[in-house]
C-alpha cells in the first residue's frame, strides 16, 4: 500500500469521501490543506502534466461558476498567476503517490490504487457534493 499526501479543501465533502476510497484501499492518505499550501508555478505545473488548462480549474470555484474566470479563455501563465492569488480555483485534490502527482479524483488514473472495489459511479468521483444554498455568502465559503 502507498503513503498519499492528499491536498484538499478542509471541510470539503467530497474531498472527504475520496480520502475515505483510498483509506479503505488500505493506503496512509496524508491531508494538506490546499489553500493554505505555499505553492509556486514549477510545483503546480508538476500536478498539471499535460492537462489542458481548462482542467487545472475548480469549475465549483465561485469565480469559475460566475464567469469572472474563463478558464478556457487562458494560457498557462495566466492560469497559473490566478491560480497562486486565489488556490481556490485549483481542481482538487492534488495527489502525491509514489513520487508521481495526480490532478483530481480520476477513475481511470487511480484505479490502480483504490482496487476492484471503486467504480466510476461512486460519489467520489463527481464533483463538488455539497448542495446549493440560496445564501450566496454560505455558497461562496462551501465552494
Known amino acids: 500500500m502507498s503513503v498519499i499526501v492528499f491536498y484538499e479543501k478542509t471541510g470539503c465533502r467530497t474531498n472527504a469521501r475520496q480520502r475515505r476510497l483510498?483509506?479503505?484501499a488500505g493506503h496512509t492518505v496524508v491531508p494538506r490543506d490546499l489553500?493554505?499550501?505555499?505553492?509556486?508555478?514549477?510545483?503546480?505545473?508538476?500536478f498539471f502534466g499535460d492537462a489542458?488548462?481548462?482542467e487545472w480549474f475548480n469549475a465549483a470555484a465561485p469565480a469559475?461558476?460566475?464567469?469572472a474566470v474563463v478558464p478556457a479563455a487562458l494560457d498557462q501563465g495566466a492560469?497559473?498567476?490566478?491560480?497562486?492569488?486565489?488556490?481556490?480555483?485549483?481542481?482538487?485534490?492534488l495527489l502525491e503517490i509514489e513520487g508521481?502527482?495526480?490532478?483530481?479524483?480520476?477513475p481511470s488514473e487511480l484505479a490502480p490504487w483504490l482496487g476492484p472495489t471503486a467504480t466510476a459511479d461512486d460519489p467520489a468521483f463527481k464533483g463538488c457534493a455539497h448542495h446549493p444554498d440560496p445564501d450566496p455568502t454560505t455558497a461562496r465559503e462551501q465552494a
Open 22 to 24: 483510498l483509506e479503505e
Open 35 to 46: 489553500l493554505a499550501e505555499k505553492w509556486t508555478a514549477p510545483r503546480l505545473m508538476a
Open 52 to 54: 489542458p488548462v481548462v
Open 64 to 67: 469559475v461558476k460566475s464567469g
Open 79 to 93: 492560469a497559473l498567476a490566478l491560480m497562486l492569488a486565489n488556490p481556490l480555483l485549483i481542481r482538487r485534490p
Open 100 to 106: 508521481r502527482r495526480h490532478l483530481g479524483f480520476t
